[in-house]
């Protein structure tokens, strides 16, 4: 065994760093000595020192099994950078050609090799099974423990054959690390890796410095994230999507809002991710779009904020991708959107899976799902989660401890449903207790007859909103626990019983309520409650000088829905000007679109507005590609009925699509489908109705001009004048 100061002198001559952090030390020591050991520390705790350093000291090769090809080469770069000796750490994965894994074989029976990555595959291979008798391993480290477990957020069905490999290979002390594990999956991989005493190491899992907050998932989230990184100018970020698609929508959206940003998924080919990982770490871009395959392995120590797009599957996943930020002790914001049709969503997702992957995906999601809508410190719900007790009653930077809800006193509702699960004998989840309480005869509470107990339905006359907080609100207060064996049942712990016979005060908070209904009025239909009604008023008078100069109806010029939305969103550049309805490149093209900027610069100023620049969101917009095709369809003068044909669609949805194109500026000429279609006086009668009116709107136009002319002649008419005049 190395004395202390051995130890920091070998910590100093490897690695550089004068002192050991945490449990680092003690850790070390206990492999040192031949012991199994078990290490739960969380992401940026300096886990992978516990094994790299050990195996520089011990006779033999160090095994690591790890289920990431990028962490394993970041790790190994890292390790023969440190030393002096080529090859002291080399990795075995199907990334590597035959000459490679000869070089790395030949290495390691020469004992230049103190450090073998190995992927949990290739550990199943025959040879590499064969090869690894051959050699004394020092220690087998399993990295990422938690995959062993169902019951983890990343499992995997091949890490469960590592024990019976390790008896094969020959046996040699097993350190298993994780940075996420509640009590369950720390059962589970113990069991599994048959090292159930294995001595313990559990560090903190309460990182100071990470802010939490949960926000309503609107159809504005887009908006919300691109405002929140706007704020955030230049600092280095992690948005995390659940699918390949959704990343790739986003990274395209922030990057038409100037936001330096890219996608990064599995999709991807290797190069295009490498280079991606490296220019973020080089800080060329600020912002990744990610699925989960992005973060293990990536040591930024500034990243400043992760946000969540979707809600993760589990708590766990939570934890770890939200570990990413401030890994430096700085600031760290931990931003989630939730939406309960997202949970749906991902239910929905499981169908087809055997049924217990299903139960414990369930479950997991029920976890994350109570996070997000409640009301207590998430501080103190993510601690308790992972077995931890947090004390404080307020940790004063989580979105629910800035801003508490009222308290209400449920003092005797918290005897109900603790003598509910004292009645059903401890042996059901909250979902079938809450059932219970509220007095609902599920076929299981029939089939069970719990429907004939004297307590069934003893809640009935409560807000049926208030019982699955209060159970989780109890579990936080010790009166409740989850059985560790059948994860989910609820179980009174002795001060729970005690509360049933000597009740003392006990107070809650309710769940956020989570409305997937609402959206910012930025986005309803012709106009906005933000709209500035003097700026409005000056946006009118400007377009008629200007129509009445051009001698064209107003109109013409802008339609009302651009004027109200400019009077909203103040753009004061042309550019900026493009992102409003009805405006399109055609449109600031013309001399009179820098009139109205102008004036709303001046506005601006005048009246000391403070303009959210980025709430109009320059989207990317889906109908675009449709749009390309019809312009290219009207350019090679094919009959509108036949582009709609050709594209699937309606001929009136196609009319929208052309009034549209040519509503925000852009020429159409459709004079070769009027000829056909269309009597030549009829054309010019409504062209001339237009020329004439104040009002471009339909139902105006089709009672003037009355039932000679049917709806469809009228809107292609207008179709005609208004590429002409106003483009």
């Known amino acids: ?44 705790g300096g886990k992978s020192l516990c094994y790299q350093l050990p195996s520089l000291l011990m006779e033999g090769v160090a095994i690591v099994v790890s289920p990431l090809i990028a962490l394993m080469k970041n790790q190994v770069d890292f390790i023969n950078n440190l030393s002096d000796v080529d090859g002291v750490a080399h990795c075995l994965n199907s990334s590597l050609n035959k000459a490679s894994i000869d070089q790395v074989k030949k290495d390691v029976r020469e004992g230049h090799t103190k450090l073998l990555y190995v992927a949990p595959e290739s550990l199943t291979k025959e040879e590499n099974v064969e090869f690894l008798k051959s050699v004394k391993v020092s220690f087998y480290a399993i990295d990422e423990a938690h995959c062993i477990s169902e019951w983890g957020h990343d499992f995997r069905p091949e890490y469960r054959r590592i024990r019976p490999l390790i008896n094969d290979i020959g046996v040699a002390p097993i350190i298993a690390l994780t940075a996420t594990a509640t009590d369950k999956v720390r059962t589970d991989i113990k069991k599994n890796l048959g090292i159930t005493d294995a001595k313990e190491f559990k560090s903190s899992f309460n990182r100071p410095n990470l802010y939490y907050e949960v926000r309503n998932k609107t159809n504005d989230v887009d908006k919300d994230i691109i405002r929140f990184i706007k704020q955030h100018t ?41 280079q991606t990982q490296d220019d973020f770490l080089m800080e060329k871009i600020d912002v990744i779009v990610a699925t989960i395959a992005f973060g293990m392995g990536i040591d930024k120590p500034d990243v400043r904020f992760v946000i969540h797009y979707d809600i993760p599957k589990s708590l766990e996943g939570y934890y770890q991708e939200t570990g990413r930020a401030g890994r430096d002790g700085g600031e760290g914001i931990c931003l989630a959107f939730y939406a309960n049709k997202d949970l749906q969503k991902l239910d929905k997702f499981m169908e087809g899976k055997p049924v217990a992957e299903q139960d414990i995906g ?85 089939a069970h007859k719990h429907h004939e107990l004297e307590d069934f339905g003893a809640g009935a006359d409560e807000d049926e909103k208030i019982w699955n907080p209060l159970l989780r609100q109890a579990m936080l207060a010790g009166y409740i626990k989850k059985d560790v ?50 700026l409005n008023a000056m946006l009118v008078d400007l377009r008629k000088k200007v129509s009445k100069r051009m001698g064209r109806p107003p109109y013409v010029i802008f339609q009302d829905v651009s004027l109200e939305q400019m009077a909203t969103d103040y753009p004061v550049t042309l550019e900026e000007l493009k992102n409003i309805q009805g405006v399109g490149e055609g449109k600031v093209k013309h001399p009179y679109a820098q009139e109205f900027v102008d004036l709303i610069k001046r506005y601006c100023e ?71 279609v269309m009597d030549e006086d009829h054309v010019d009668d409504i062209y001339e109705y237009f020329k004439e009116s104040e009002t471009d709107d339909l139902e105006t136009a089709i009672e003037e001009l009355g039932e000679d002319y049917s709806e469809d002649e009228i809107r292609l008419v207008r179709i005609k004048f208004i590429s002409e005049m106003a483009n």
């Open 485 to 534: 064996e059948n994860y989910g049942l609820l179980k009174l712990t002795a001060e729970g019983r005690k509360f049933i016979k000597k009740p003392v005060t006990f107070m809650i908070v309710e769940d956020n309520e989570f409305n997937e209904e609402e959206e910012s009025s930025m986005e309803h239909e012709g106009g906005t409650s933000a709209l500035d009604p003097t």
């Open 234 to 274: 230049g600092k280095s970020g992690i948005i995390y999507c659940l699918s390949r698609k959704k990343v790739e929508e986003l990274a395209a959206i922030l990057q038409t809002n100037d936001i330096k940003a890219a996608a990064y998924h599995a999709g991807l080919d290797t190069v295009t991710r490498s």
């Open 362 to 446: 369930r479950q997991l999601l029920q976890e994350t799902a109570a996070y997000a809508e409640s009301s207590v410190c998430r501080r103190k719900m993510l601690l308790h989660y992972f077995g931890e007790t947090y004390e404080k009653e307020n940790c004063g930077n989580c979105d629910n401890c800035l801003h508490p809800k009222k308290k209400r006193e449920a003092t005797q509702q918290l005897v109900t449903a603790l003598k509910a699960i004292a009645t059903t004998k401890e042996n059901f989840r909250s979902d079938y207790i809450e059932d219970f309480i509220v007095g609902r005869e599920t076929n299981e509470i029939v």
């Open 1 to 44: 065994m190395a004395n202390k100061k051995n130890l920091t002198e070998a910590l100093k001559k490897n690695f550089g760093f004068d002192s050991f952090k945490g449990d680092q030390e003690a850790i070390i020591q206990n492999l040192l000595q031949g012991n199994d050991t078990f290490v739960l520390m969380p992401t940026g």
């Open 606 to 676: 005048e009246n000391d507005i403070v303009r959210q620049a980025d709430l109009r969101v320059r989207t990317v917009a889906k109908k675009s590609v449709l749009k390309v095709s019809i312009i290219q369809s009207v350019d090679r003068k094919i009959a509108l009925d036949d582009i709609a044909n050709a594209k699937g669609i309606e001929f009136e949805e196609l009319l929208n699509e052309v009034e549209a194109i040519v509503y925000s500026g852009t020429k159409l000429n459709i004079d070769y489908f009027l000829e056909d």
